[in-house]
């Protein structure tokens, strides 16, 4: 399971840094989820909403907050913390089915 706290990736280099470390309130990354919803983004891996690419992956690096155009599933787990589910919070992130998915509550 990944927590929603995480590093912020460089726009230069897509590197991560622990200086980055940056936090969003849990409130804010179910808003964002929930206007990417009720906006209907249809799921795409090569179209784009805002600047972000429309897959699973990338609703969890909006939500979070990363920088466009998102991770995908192979790096989002370098950006968040693993932790148990009886830790598990709104906001984080759970790997189900090889795929990334908001916990809501």
Not at 4 to 26: D, H, S, W
Request: net charge neutral.
């Amino acid at each position: 399971m990944l927590a929603g706290i995480f590093l912020l990736q460089t726009a230069r280099n897509n590197q991560f840094t622990k200086e980055a470390l940056r936090c969003v309130e849990r409130s804010t990354i179910i808003a964002h989820a929930v206007h990417w919803v009720e906006g209907r983004v249809p799921y795409s891996q090569t179209g784009t909403y805002n600047g972000y690419r429309t897959d699973s992956a990338v609703f969890v690096s909006m939500s979070w907050e990363l920088d466009k155009p998102g991770l995908n599933l192979s790096v989002i787990h370098n950006v968040a913390t693993n932790i148990t589910k009886d830790l598990l919070q709104q906001g984080d992130s759970i790997i189900c089915a090889l795929q990334p998915v908001l916990f809501a509550n």
